[in-house]
């Protein structure tokens, strides 16, 4: 299995530009988060959503930023318009919720700087 | 200017030594806790769960306690290793699935 795939691993954008953060989830699994990391404030879950539906968005920071699921394979994060301090790691995590075994299997993440 | 973050506890042992990370969570609803590893560049990886209806479990070189009237999660790694360094999250799952992160302790393994 090849894991959490995320695109692109790095990203630099000029402030105003739109970002779209891509994720493919592992096969099979029924659930998909997205994390903002920064040293400022951590771990924080932005958005997770359950067989493609978006279950609790309350971690969205603002309406600049939107998250979708068209299908079980794919979601995006997107930035728009982008501002300097969204610059972070984001992460894309999975986990199947099928049985007791609930842990999330995270990407690699993206670098993205605003500048 | 002096930048302003989060002030991650951190913890230094030497080689060989045991560790313990301990972590305060904080919604009494929370039914499933998980420690995760995060090495430099990388996602947190899973490393131990433990379910609220249990006080301990172990795996391999490591034990999660859980007290559950204090809110308290502690993570024990037995004879700890340079290749042990990083940081060190728990994560609290709600029943109906949202799971959150504590801040994080930076382990680091002297040789």
């Known amino acids: 299995d090849a894991g959490v795939i995320q695109s692109p691993r790095h990203e630099v954008t000029e402030m105003g530009q739109e970002v779209t953060l891509r994720c493919k989830p592992i096969?099979?699994?029924?659930?998909l988060f997205w994390y903002r990391q920064t040293m400022m404030r951590g771990l924080e879950l932005l958005i997770y959503?359950?067989?493609?539906?978006?279950?609790?968005d309350s971690g969205m920071p603002e309406d600049r930023f939107s998250a979708k699921m068209p299908n079980a394979s794919f979601s995006t994060l997107k930035i728009q318009p982008s501002e300097p301090r969204d610059s972070a790691v984001y992460f894309c995590?999975?986990?199947?919720?099928?049985?007791?075994?609930?842990?999330?299997?995270f990407g690699s993440g993206t670098q993205l700087s605003v500048l | 200017g002096e930048s302003v973050g989060l002030h991650l506890p951190t913890l230094s042992v030497q080689e060989g030594d045991n560790s313990i990370i301990n972590c305060a969570y904080s919604?009494?609803?929370?039914?499933?806790f998980i420690w995760y590893k995060q090495e430099s560049g990388k996602g947190p990886q899973f490393i131990i769960d433990?379910?609220?209806?249990?006080d301990k479990r172990q795996g391999q070189r490591v034990t999660v306690l859980l007290n559950k009237t204090v809110k308290h999660l502690s993570l024990q790694i037995a004879a700890t290793q340079p290749g042990d360094s990083a940081v060190y999250f728990c994560?609290?799952?709600?029943?109906?699935?949202?799971?959150?992160f504590g801040d994080g302790t930076t382990l680091t393994v002297k040789p």
């Open positions: 995590a999975s986990r199947s919720d099928r049985g007791s075994n609930e842990k999330l299997f």
């Open positions: 096969s099979g699994h029924n659930s």
């Open positions: 959503f359950n067989n493609n539906v978006p279950i609790d």
């Open positions: 919604n009494s609803a929370s039914d499933y």
């Open positions: 433990i379910r609220s209806n249990m």
């Open positions: 994560a609290e799952n709600t029943r109906a699935g949202k799971s959150t």
